[in-house]
């Protein structure tokens, strides 16, 4: 509920505060008074879009500030709450203009975007006008109106929940369609490829083995003969031989010389033994610098044949054996791929049978919902004197989409066998006014918390039917939060708590102020509206008869 609008040096307005209450609340004042301000300033500080320049002549910036009270369930805690908005039972919007343009906004004193201001919108106020597009003169709101009217949530709830497994599955099926195609593009590539390194066969490590083993059978004609010659001389006939022939001789010897000679003699074995195993590691190097001139041309061929086909497949040779199990896996896909896909068709065929049911319920329910919809407009019509127009929900089948397959249209007919139309397209002023208020008398019952505003929603009706829509807005006013603007008495005369709008000069400025009226002050209000600028005893009368219901 809308319980305070604060506003500072807005067009001709140079400081006004409200304080709205529940119920009816009627603003009234003659042509030209500032009514239309008030809501530009309230449209200002919810973020709609409306007259460029707000700000007062002679003003730096204007200013507007709305408190609303929110009831514990109200949906705007959840737009707050998602905006990271502090969130409390008291909701406080200011929005400044600059003369220069600029504009800043403020949700419980902290700092916020138009768009969220406009979120918030959406869930504090509803404008009802002959020129309204946000409202009920805009099909694209229709099928939701009508949702909340039958009370559809769970229906559509399982609807949007069908729409996004149906989506999920069908990007599988494309998904998996792109995967198989793309690997039926390549899958003489692939084979060939993963044929040939299956018969090349190439291990990790292998590269740098073949080199090695390369550069050695390269040198080894060269250094095998120095290698031979090192090894006859490590020998019996060389170092073997005559270190063993000095061991003999000292041995003979070693008992007479005192002990001098056992070192030397220790020595000496050490030495024998540290020559056998050079004669060995030799022996061993003889042997593996043995080799035939294929054993050099196979080591080349398998080399050059590895480092080929790395660079065919842009790896590095050491790479090949993991690139190949790459390549199996995506010829294993190619030969799953059918399978998997006739897996994905049946899943998505699944899905789509699930959300048809769903959505097939959801459409009946629609119909049956429309049928009721336009029996409650049109007993709302006949008070209205409004009796011989026709309301009629049209729904027809639409694309799938995640809110089902039918888009839904409010038609009028103004007189019965004259073409239907859309509601502002048909209706005359005062004509669209009732349908209006009809509809949203059948339509408010789900939506709770909402203030709403009728802005000369009465335009050129009078008497009786005057009198119907002002009843029929203290009605909708019951238990909730109405704000009309006016110029009809008899509208006026319904309200639980009445304005009036005045126009004031002062120091060769024109300024607006609202006033609160209380009994005598609304009585001559009243009367002026049915009089004109002279109030007559008889239109006190009138005024205080239409007071009196």
């Known amino acids: 509920m809308l319980r305070v609008l604060d506003i500072r040096d807005m067009l001709i307005i140079d400081r006004l505060e409200l304080s709205f209450q529940p119920g009816l609340n009627v603003l009234t004042g003659e042509t030209g008074a500032g009514k239309s301000i008030l809501l530009d300033s309230l449209g200002f500080v919810l973020g709609w879009r409306g007259r460029a320049e707000l700000v007062r002549q002679g003003a730096a910036q204007g200013e507007v500030t709305a408190v609303f009270d929110l009831p514990k369930d109200h949906p705007a805690r959840g737009v707050m709450d998602e905006a990271g908005l502090p969130v409390s039972d008291e909701l406080i919007l200011r929005r400044i203009n600059t003369v220069e343009g600029r504009k800043t906004a403020w949700v419980n004193d902290r700092r916020c975007s138009g768009e969220v201001l406009r979120a918030l919108s959406e869930t504090l106020v509803e404008l009802h006008g002959q020129h309204d597009d946000r409202g009920l003169l ?12 039958a009370g559809l949530d769970e229906q559509r709830a ?9 989506s999920v599955a069908r990007k599988a099926v494309q998904e998996t369609q792109d995967a198989l195609d793309a690997v ?30 390369r550069r050695m059978m390269q040198g080894a004609e060269r250094i095998r003969d120095d290698v031979a010659r090192a090894y006859a ?42 020559l056998g195993e050079a004669q060995s590691g030799v022996s061993q190097s003889l042997d593996a610098l043995q080799f035939s001139t294929s054993d050099l041309e196979d080591a080349e061929e398998r080399l050059f044949a590895i480092r080929a086909l790395a660079r065919k497949h842009d790896v ?16 294993a896909a190619l030969e799953a791929g059918d399978a998997d896909l006739a897996t994905c068709k049946a899943d998505l065929l699944k899905a789509e049978k699930i959300y048809d049911a769903v959505a097939d319920t959801l459409s009946n329910a629609r119909r049956e919902a429309a049928g009721r919809l336009d029996q409650d407009v049109t007993r709302e019509l006949a008070p209205l004197k409004m009796e011989r127009a026709v309301f009629e929900t049209v729904i027809e089948v639409a694309d799938p989409g995640p809110d089902g397959r039918d888009s839904v249209a409010f038609r009028v007919a103004t007189n019965p066998g004259a073409p239907a139309g859309a509601l502002n397209k048909i209706a005359s002023g005062g004509e669209l006014s009732r349908f209006m208020l009809a509809l949203k008398v059948c339509l408010t019952g789900e939506r709770s918390g909402l203030t709403m505003i009728f802005d000369e929603i009465d335009r050129g009706i009078g008497g009786a039917t005057a ?23 008899q509208v006026a005369a319904q309200g639980a708590f009445h304005w009036q709008v005045q126009k004031r000069v002062t120091d060769g400025m024109t300024l607006s102020t609202v006033v609160p009226l209380q009994d005598k002050d609304r009585v001559d209000e009243i009367a002026r509206m049915l009089a004109g600028d002279t109030v007559t005893a008889a239109a006190r009368a009138a005024a205080e008869a239409l007071l009196a219901g």
Request: proline letters at 5%.
């Open 138 to 149: 805009n099909p694209r709101g229709h099928r939701a109106l009508l949702d909340t009217f």
């Open 467 to 489: 009198d119907a829509v002002g009843r029929r807005l203290a009605s909708l006013a019951a238990g909730g939060q109405v704000l009309v603007v006016t110029h009809s008495p």
């Open 316 to 331: 590095t040779p050491d790479d090949l054996a993991d690139f190949a199990g790459t390549l199996r896996a995506k010829l």
């Open 233 to 274: 001389l490590l020998g019996g006939d060389g170092a073997e031989g005559s270190i063993g022939e000095a061991m003999r001789w000292l041995d003979g010897t070693v008992d007479q010389a005192s002990g001098m000679l056992e070192a030397p003699l220790a020595a000496l074995n050490r030495a024998m033994i540290e």
């Open 184 to 213: 039926r593009s390549e899958e003489e590539f692939l084979r060939h490829s993963v044929s040939e390194l299956d018969e090349l066969a190439p291990q990790p490590g292998e590269d740098a083995e073949l080199d090695a083993s």
């Open 158 to 166: 399982a609807t949007r929940a069908a729409w996004n497994q149906t």
